[in-house]
Antibody
Framework: EVQLVESGGVVVQPGGSLRLSCAASGFTFDDYAMHWVRQAPGKGLEWVSLITWDGAGSYYADSVKGRFTISRDNSRNSLFLQMNSLRTEDTALYYC???????????????WGQGTLVTVSS | EIVMTQSPATLSVSPGERATLSCRASQSVISNLAWYQQKPGQAPRLLIYGASTRATGIPARFSGSGSGTEFTLTISSLQSEDFAVYYCQQYNNWPPLTFGGGTKVEIK
């Protein structure tokens, strides 16, 4: 059974930093690209970032480019999101999501975690 | 950036009735479109990919159609568990991957 479990969400002040983690199990982690998708309270879904299965490529939404860094540790079946220079508009539930296709950027998401809440507030 | 527009924002439907949800792209996404269902307090669930292919385990009452800029998700006979928010997502032109604003299907 595929499981994605996010952690690391807390309340942080504007300008602060945070590192989110996603622990993956139930599939061959290093065969799949992984994504972060966020959802502000009461709002819709916003794609944040993706990383290829081998970690060689990463992509970002303009809203986070230069502030967030996605990474992965395939030996630990883990995905990360380093978030710097946080803004109030980054407040959201952050989901990690698995890309659907093996060793291909299919770019839709067949499994999602339950999310971790990041609140940016003074 | 491709903008995805969903309509209506809210759809009131009686159980057993058909629901038709629309998604429009600001430019062609060919058939590179997915649909997700999200229930309150839950993560989204993939329903449809490639505009018309049901994901694993999705009941046959869910169907997707369309190509280019106009897409439809149809739920043929609404069950109680289908009342939720539905999102479309394009993956043809990226980054960024973009979602529509969602359609809430509520009980009439």
């Amino acid at each position: 059974e595929v499981q994605l479990v996010e952690s690391g969400g807390v309340v942080v002040q504007p300008g602060g930093s945070l590192r989110l983690s996603c622990a993956a199990s139930g599939f061959t982690f290093d065969d799949y690209a992984m994504h972060w998708v966020r959802q502000a309270p009461g709002k819709g879904l916003e794609w944040v970032s993706l990383i290829t299965w081998d970690g060689a490529g990463s992509y970002y939404a303009d809203s986070v480019k230069g502030r967030f860094t996605i990474s992965r540790d395939n030996s630990r079946n883990s995905l990360f999101l380093q978030m710097n220079s946080l803004r109030t508009e980054d407040t959201a539930l952050y989901y990690c999501a698995k890309d659907r296709s093996k060793r291909w950027l299919q770019l839709d998401f067949d499994y999602w975690g339950q999310g971790t809440l990041v609140t940016v507030s003074s | 950036e491709i903008v995805m527009t969903q309509s209506p924002a809210t759809l009131s439907v009686s159980p057993g009735e058909r629901a038709t949800l629309s998604c429009r792209a600001s430019q062609s996404v060919i058939s590179n479109l997915a649909w997700y269902q999200q229930k309150p307090g839950q993560a989204p669930r993939l329903l449809i990919y490639g505009a018309s292919t049901r994901a694993t385990g999705i009941p046959a009452r869910f169907s997707g159609s369309g190509s280019g800029t106009e897409f439809t998700l149809t739920i043929s006979s609404l069950q109680s568990e289908d009342f939720a928010v539905y999102y479309c997502q394009q993956y043809n032109n990226w980054p960024p991957l973009t979602f529509g604003g969602g359609t809430k299907v509520e009980i009439k």
